[in-house]
């Protein structure tokens, strides 16, 4: 029996037709969740050419799902809204979903899959397929169209390298969160730049245009006051917003801000090294060619300072056959894709096991 639940996420169900809407199609639910943003896509299980973009049905975005960040109550209702959001917007009940894929920020461990693994059993029939990954595996889904193999460096908010081999090894680095060290992300570049602040104020650092900068933006008028901002609502997506301004300081000569960056680089740069080494991505000569896709809104084209750009010289420095990658979908389809590779080499498998008298 099946615990009850907020009943009126799932209201729009008693008005499709009977059988679940969708004219009889099965459908997957491809998840992207992270620091900041969640997002929920909805597609057909229907055979199609993987060098176009999969049919969407529909879209749909929420808060943050981090339970790291926001708490597992609040994560797993975040999850559950946006999911009921996509499937009413395709006009179909949770009996045309053939299989789930949530990739989501925080998922660290065997025990975090598998509570949510649990938790989304209680939420679909029993015939559905659920994958939990963390999101770095959807990101790079959505750089390879749902094959596995390669590494993702993602920079947004938060950051993480994650990599994987044609075999089925896999390997990590970052992605720890804030309070241990993901200098490279959005947060971390940010906190750097407030703390710069803050030292320059206290005579302990060296004067920066970031102090005028950062206070105009914020609509302060000393220092002094960044400190109850900072901790009025100390949340990751809300500091990491502040990234623009150590971008555009650094872009017209500022030294601090331009140092936070190169240190942003070498950051991420070395958890790309760290995984491709671990998982022998680059070959025993260093020069193996494989996949690195780059996603997130640090790693985003700059006119002046692009840090995605010094990243991939910094990183073809140690492996020169890195092949960059920019995903023409969005992780929350490749979350879909690795659900829909799953289905069609399961159904692949069963007509090869089909015997003939």
């Known amino acids: 029996m099946k615990r009850e639940r907020k009943r009126e996420i799932w209201d729009f169900e008693h008005e499709l037709p009977e059988g679940g809407g969708g004219?009889?199609?099965?459908?997957?639910?491809?998840?992207?969740?992270?620091?900041t943003n969640t997002i929920c896509i909805c597609m057909p299980v229907i055979p199609f050419t993987l060098n176009h973009s999969p049919p969407v049905y529909?879209?749909?975005?929420a808060g943050c799902s981090n339970h790291n960040s926001v708490g597992e109550t609040a994560a797993r209702e975040t999850l559950e809204q946006v999911m009921a959001e996509a499937l009413s917007k395709s006009r179909c009940s949770r009996s045309a979903v053939r299989a789930v894929c949530l990739a989501v920020a925080g998922v660290n461990h065997p025990t975090d899959q598998q509570r949510i693994l649990d938790w989304l059993s209680d939420i679909f029939p029993n015939d559905v397929e659920y994958f939990v990954e963390n999101d770095a595996v959807a990101a790079l889904a959505s750089g390879t169209m749902g094959k596995l193999h390669g590494c993702v460096l993602i920079a947004g908010t938060g950051t993480i390298a994650y990599g994987y081999t044609e075999d089925g090894r896999e390997a990590r680095a970052s992605g720890a969160g804030p309070?241990?060290?993901?200098?490279?992300?959005?947060?971390?570049?940010?906190?750097?730049?407030?703390?710069?602040?803050?030292?320059a104020y206290d005579g302990r650092g060296s004067e920066t245009m970031?102090?005028?900068?950062?206070?105009?933006?914020?609509?302060?008028?000393?220092?002094?006051?960044?400190?109850?901002?900072?901790?009025?609502?100390?949340?990751?997506?809300?500091?990491?917003?502040?990234?623009?301004?150590?971008?555009?300081?650094?872009?017209?000569g500022?030294?601090?801000?331009?140092?936070?960056?190169?240190?942003?680089?070498?950051?991420?740069?070395?958890?790309?090294?760290?995984v491709v080494h671990r998982l022998g991505l680059c070959g025993k000569d260093g020069k193996d060619t494989f996949p690195l896709v780059m996603v997130g809104n640090v790693l985003e084209a700059s006119s002046g300072w692009d840090i995605g750009k010094e990243v991939i010289s910094c990183i073809a420095k140690d492996f020169p056959g890195t092949h960059l990658v920019r995903p023409k979908v969005e992780p929350a389809v490749g979350a879909a894709l690795l659900a829909w590779n799953y289905l069609i080499e399961q159904y692949q498998h069963e007509l090869s096991g089909v015997g003939y008298d």
């Open 254 to 274: 500022d030294q601090v801000a331009n140092d936070i960056l190169l240190h942003a680089v070498q950051e991420l740069a070395s958890s790309v090294k760290a």
């Open 179 to 199: 309070i241990l060290g993901d200098w490279g992300s959005g947060y971390g570049i940010a906190a750097k730049a407030l703390t710069a602040v803050i030292r």
């Open 210 to 252: 970031l102090t005028n900068t950062i206070l105009h933006e914020l609509q302060l008028s000393s220092p002094d006051e960044l400190i109850g901002w900072t901790y009025a609502d100390p949340s990751w997506a809300r500091i990491a917003t502040l990234v623009p301004i150590v971008v555009s300081c650094a872009e017209v």
């Open 58 to 61: 529909a879209r749909a975005v």
């Open 23 to 35: 004219g009889g199609q099965k459908l997957i639910l491809g998840l992207d969740g992270g620091a």
